[in-house]
């Protein structure tokens, strides 16, 4: 276990204002907007049986959903939706980050407080509902006055739910965009950093406890009466808010938005884009963990402005390509198509990333198994892993044409997990990255993809269509053009795999600048 002295809680500690500020900003607006629907719908239903029914039907089916597909699913709904609005109406808005955390969890947020708003008012003793009649009151006076009041102690145990729910959830919104506390998480998972992981956890976990016991004080004052504790919970959330909010408030906005898929080689790229960056005088802030359709969505929409993309991912993932095309003759064609959606491709990096199929080279000799095709006959005795993208991709679909690929079992994993399994025998074979470090570190073989089933995977930089004259930006960015051979890009992957403090993707991308450096 690492001690405190450890300069990866350091860091950690660094970047907690901007992630916990923007979990919370995001967290209390899906609470907010949760019981904006939840309350007036439960008031509306409470006495009409069929449509209380359908309500809490609806948000249960809703609960039952991931959260993180929930999240990833208003992605491309608001991108459709902010396009047509844009046509139509010629206002055009962001389905990047905020929006689409906020919608879905909002919608977490519904049934803790729909279902217990209703239970609370249902469990109003009818006499007290008759004596209010008696006395002359309205149905409207009677519920204001005196049912929401009885029922506002369990009303308030679905809003700590509903709060606690949120504050969890919110995790999962990094893929989207979204900064949050989940941005520990899912860099830490990536690139093995564990005091992340567990520093997010506990950030996390922490917030909510804290929501809840001051919810929890509102709940106990309005249960005994006592104003006090109303108010001390009231002030206490609200200082709460404030705390983590100004501080990010308080942030100079950033000139330039670097993006970073979801593993190790993206976070350090990124973090070296954003160092060039900085070392010309720019302003730069971080969105990584984004999903391969996410990023590139994102670049065309201008919500973040410059990422590392590769030639093969974006000629069959986004331009539905299953033609191979020799690397150059690729590259051309790539570059037009870009182009047509007003994206600049600045240049390559150098080095490239494609899958592979790899396994251990001892077992891979002892089989006389050389290239995929050797593989195809014994591989429906054998097991394969691959990252959570990949069975799912083009690049799959290929290999299985190409080669007639059918193995006894397919399992996702997370990349760095990947290359541990298939060296201790987990899985047969796995679907890697030849520029990963890791294939080196356990002995591993890339196998020959004789028949071409997968495209070439140039490393290249990707520029919004905002930045197609951006000199200052293009500036900074050209030396790195064609300076990162795969030898380097390797060392550095397993580098930043390594787990310590010197193997943060910051640090890896300083040892990678220095490098570039002395050519």
Not at 68 to 96: N, Q, T, V
Not at 482 to 494: K, P, T, V, W
Request: aromatic content about 8%.
């Amino acid at each position: 276990m690492s001690s405190i002295s450890d300069p990866r809680w350091n860091e950690a500690l660094s970047h907690l204002p901007d992630y916990l500020g923007n979990h919370v900003r995001v967290s209390v607006t899906a609470l907010a907007l949760g019981l904006l629907i939840s309350l007036p719908l439960a008031i509306v239903a409470r006495n009409r049986p069929l449509m209380r029914g359908a309500l809490l039907g609806l948000a249960s089916i809703v609960q039952t959903v991931p959260g993180l597909a929930l999240l990833a699913l208003f992605y491309p709904l608001l991108l459709a939706l902010a396009a047509l609005s844009l046509a139509w109406f010629g206002l055009g808005f962001s389905a990047f980050g905020f929006l689409p955390a906020v919608l879905a969890l909002a919608l977490y947020a519904i049934l803790p407080v729909l279902r217990n708003t209703i239970t609370g008012l249902q469990g109003v003793d009818p006499a007290i509902r008759e004596a209010a009649q008696g006395v002359g009151m309205t149905p409207r006076q009677s519920l204001l006055q005196v049912e929401l009041p009885l029922a506002l102690p369990v009303m308030m145990a679905g809003i700590r739910t509903a709060a606690v729910w949120v504050i969890g959830t919110a995790t999962l919104s990094t893929p989207i965009g979204q900064t949050s506390l989940g941005n520990y998480i899912f860099a830490g998972l990536q690139t093995q950093n564990w005091v992340f992981v567990l520093f997010g956890c506990l950030a996390a976990a922490a917030l909510a406890l804290a929501v809840d016991q001051l919810l929890a004080l509102i709940e106990i004052g309005i249960r005994e009466r006592r104003r006090l504790r109303v108010a001390l919970g009231g002030i206490g959330i609200a200082a709460l808010v404030a705390a983590t909010l100004v501080p990010s408030a308080a942030r100079l906005p950033s000139n330039y938005i670097v993006g970073a898929k979801t593993f190790a080689e993206q976070y350090v790229l990124s973090a070296l884009i954003a160092q060039r960056l900085q070392a010309a005088g720019l302003t730069t802030s971080p969105r990584q963990g984004l999903g391969s359709n996410v990023i590139y969505q994102a670049l065309v929409a201008g919500d973040i402005d410059v990422y590392v993309d590769y030639s093969g991912t974006l000629w069959a993932n986004q331009f539905h390509r299953s033609d191979i095309k020799p690397r150059e003759e690729l590259l051309v064609e790539l570059q037009a198509m870009l182009a047509r959606e007003s994206v600049t491709l600045l240049g390559e990096l150098g080095f490239a990333n494609a899958y592979a199929l790899v396994m251990p080279r001892k077992r891979a000799d002892a089989l006389g198994i050389r290239s995929i095709a050797d593989l195809a006959s014994r591989a429906p005795a054998m097991s394969i892993a691959g990252d959570y993208e990949f069975f799912s991709r083009p690049e799959w679909a290929g290999l299985q044409q190409a080669y007639g690929l059918s193995f006894r079992t397919q399992r996702q994993m997370q990349p760095d997990f990947m290359y541990a399994a298939a060296a201790s025998g987990e899985v047969d074979v796995i679907a890697g990255y030849t520029s990963d470090g890791l294939i080196a570190k356990y002995d591993l073989k890339v196998l020959d993809d004789p028949r071409h089933a997968i495209p070439p995977y140039d490393a290249i930089v990707l520029l919004a269509p905002k930045r197609a004259t951006d000199q200052a930006l293009q500036a900074a960015l050209r030396p790195l053009i064609g300076s990162i051979d795969i030898a380097d890009m390797r060392e550095a992957n397993l580098r930043a795999a390594g787990g310590d403090g010197a193997s943060s993707p910051d640090a890896v991308a300083h040892w990678l600048w220095d490098k570039i450096a002395q050519r």
